[in-house]
């Protein structure tokens, strides 16, 4: 809960705008290309129980999204002007998740009980097997209300805060970089500093939520989600809301919730395949606004991705990798350098804003220049809130506001100042 409140304000306050002034795409494409690159790790644990149903799952998928990219189905419609009708629409692409869980558990269902598939509980097939995990929905109760302080009373400990907080301001340079790709996926302009302010703000406040009630997680982005919208090309937010209501009402209802529990792990883990390689790819993508013929840059990615995999390996693989002589500091060091992204998004960032190089060279012109152009304002409203985005340009108080609209940042309006006269800006942040 205490970790959740730091995190709330280190949105509230704009302190996250003010490091967005040093985070750049040279610094976005490591750190995030280190998460999909760790995120390979779930979906071979998901999908090891099956490799067959797993791959079977992904290619329905890739088929659906890619191979079928360019067609659209023709479905039943009504509205106003047309009444009846066929209506040109991509449904395959959609749905295509929902389609390929339902093909691979259809799949799942058959090998099942055509007894292909192991019924010993030790065997990892077991877990491919439909009726592996009934017992949960047995086992849950039909209604379940969590309320604060059901597991008992809060209590604190100096060493599992400081652990808290280590994966507090890791998560916050995650959900920076998610952000963005979030936004790339959308088509969007990469979003403005009250939008990120706001972001971290309200993640931090459900993780202290979350700790109130007794989850034992914090709430933060997660590149697989990115990854389907791209598949779906589905991002509008009011999806996205109803899709928490949805959560909501499957979380008190304990046996519609418990259904969702035995999907086969092999499903899970073809549709992980797709949505997270699509996630890399995306991240990838950010690397049309830095100069690709600049040996800064390349050798900037090349080394925190190289050093992004080598330390949290070394950490990982040796049984007393610091001793500092202090058990706490070897902790802190060893979830700081354990984590890849921490470890190449750090390097990334401090190579970035010491070595030598133009904006321009490192990719700020061309966000800025997506941000302040004209053709784009409406996307930049997507940023906005509800009653607020009609009173922030009369109101000078809401300029203020670290995560309100119409908040204004000194750097980057610095910046849009520069792009909108199109100088070649040759400035080093240092």
Same mark, same amino acid.
């Given at each position: 809960?205490?970790?959740?409140?730091?995190?709330?304000?280190?949105?509230?306050?704009?302190?996250?705008?003010?490091?967005?002034?040093?985070?750049?795409?040279?610094?976005?494409?490591?750190?995030?290309?280190?998460?999909?690159?760790?995120?390979?790790?779930?979906?071979?644990?998901?999908?090891?129980?099956?490799?067959?149903?797993?791959?079977?799952?992904?290619?329905?998928?890739?088929?659906?999204?890619?191979?079928?990219?360019?067609?659209?189905?023709?479905?039943?419609?009504?509205?106003?002007?047309?009444?009846?009708?066929?209506?040109?629409?991509?449904?395959?692409?959609?749905?295509?998740?929902?389609?390929?869980?339902?093909?691979?558990?259809?799949?799942?269902?058959?090998?099942?009980?055509?007894?292909?598939?192991?019924?010993?509980?030790?065997?990892?097939?077991?877990?491919?097997?439909?009726?592996?995990?009934?017992?949960?929905?047995?086992?849950?109760?039909?209604?379940?209300?969590?309320?604060?302080?059901?597991?008992?009373?809060?209590?604190?400990?100096?060493?599992?805060?400081?652990?808290?907080?280590?994966?507090?301001?890791?998560?916050?340079?995650?959900?920076?970089?998610?952000?963005?790709?979030?936004?790339?996926?959308?088509?969007?302009?990469?979003?403005?500093?009250?939008?990120?302010?706001?972001?971290?703000?309200?993640?931090?406040?459900?993780?202290?939520?979350?700790?109130?009630?007794?989850?034992?997680? $914090? %709430?933060?982005?997660?590149? #697989?989600? =990115?990854?389907?919208?791209? !598949? /779906?090309?589905?991002? @509008?937010?009011?999806?996205?809301?109803?899709?928490?209501?949805?959560?909501?009402?499957?979380?008190?209802?304990?046996?519609?919730?418990?259904?969702?529990?035995?999907?086969?792990?092999?499903?899970?883990?073809?549709?992980?395949?797709?949505?997270?390689?699509?996630?890399?790819?995306?991240?990838?993508?950010?690397?049309?606004?830095?100069?690709?013929?600049?040996?800064?840059?390349?050798?900037?990615?090349?080394?925190?991705?190289?050093?992004?995999?080598?330390?949290?390996?070394?950490?990982?693989?040796?049984?007393?990798?610091?001793?500092?002589?202090?058990?706490?500091?070897?902790?802190?060091?060893?979830?700081?350098?354990?984590?890849?992204?921490?470890?190449?998004?750090?390097?990334?960032?401090?190579?970035?804003?010491?070595?030598? $190089? %133009?904006?321009?060279?490192? #990719?700020? =012109?061309?966000?800025?220049? !997506? /941000?302040?152009?004209? @053709?784009?304002?409406?996307?930049?409203?997507?940023?906005?809130?509800?009653?607020?985005?009609?009173?922030?340009?009369?109101?000078?108080?809401?300029?203020?506001?670290?995560?309100?609209?119409?908040?204004?940042?000194?750097?980057?309006?610095?910046?849009?100042?520069?792009?909108?006269?199109?100088?070649?800006?040759?400035?080093?942040?240092?």
């Amino acid at each position: 809960m205490l970790a959740g409140i730091v995190h709330f304000l280190i949105g509230a306050t704009g302190i996250v705008g003010v490091m967005m002034k040093f985070i750049g795409p040279v610094t976005i494409i490591p750190a995030m290309c280190l998460v999909g690159m760790v995120l390979f790790k779930v979906a071979t644990k998901f999908s090891e129980s099956h490799w067959g149903i797993a791959l079977s799952t992904a290619v329905f998928a890739g088929i659906l999204c890619l191979y079928c990219d360019k067609l659209n189905c023709y479905i039943p419609s009504w509205n106003k002007q047309k009444h009846c009708h066929l209506m040109n629409y991509p449904l395959h692409k959609v749905f295509a998740i929902l389609f390929a869980i339902i093909f691979g558990w259809i799949l799942s269902d058959i090998l099942t009980k055509a007894g292909v598939l192991s019924a010993n509980p030790q065997n990892s097939q077991y877990f491919a097997r439909t009726d592996s995990r009934f017992h949960v929905v047995h086992s849950s109760s039909w209604f379940y209300f969590p309320y604060p302080g059901q597991f008992g009373p809060p209590s604190f400990l100096a060493s599992a805060f400081v652990g808290f907080i280590i994966a507090t301001m890791t998560s916050i340079i995650d959900s920076i970089g998610d952000y963005y790709a979030c936004a790339r996926m959308c088509g969007l302009p990469p979003p403005p500093s009250h939008a990120v302010n706001r972001g971290i703000m309200i993640e931090g406040f459900a993780s202290c939520l979350a700790g109130a009630f007794g989850a034992g997680h $914090g %709430t933060s982005t997660y590149g #697989g989600n =990115i990854g389907a919208i791209g !598949i /779906t090309k589905v991002g @509008s937010r009011r999806v996205f809301q109803m899709v928490g209501v949805i959560f909501i009402v499957f979380g008190v209802l304990g046996k519609l919730g418990a259904i969702f529990v035995i999907i086969p792990y092999p499903v899970l883990g073809g549709v992980q395949i797709i949505s997270f390689g699509i996630f890399i790819g995306l991240v990838l993508s950010n690397m049309m606004y830095i100069d690709m013929n600049s040996s800064r840059n390349l050798a900037i990615i090349g080394i925190s991705l190289l050093f992004g995999l080598m330390v949290p390996y070394y950490v990982s693989s040796s049984k007393k990798p610091f001793d500092t002589g202090y058990v706490e500091l070897n902790n802190i060091l060893q979830t700081l350098l354990g984590n890849a992204n921490f470890v190449g998004g750090a390097l990334a960032c401090f190579l970035d804003n010491t070595v030598p $190089g %133009t904006l321009e060279e490192r #990719g700020f =012109i061309a966000w800025q220049e !997506i /941000t302040v152009d004209e @053709s784009n304002e409406e996307k930049a409203d997507s940023y906005g809130l509800p009653f607020i985005n009609t009173t922030n340009k009369k109101s000078k108080i809401f300029q203020y506001i670290p995560f309100l609209p119409g908040y204004v940042s000194p750097t980057l309006s610095c910046r849009s100042r520069c792009c909108r006269h199109k100088k070649n800006v040759d400035i080093n942040i240092a």
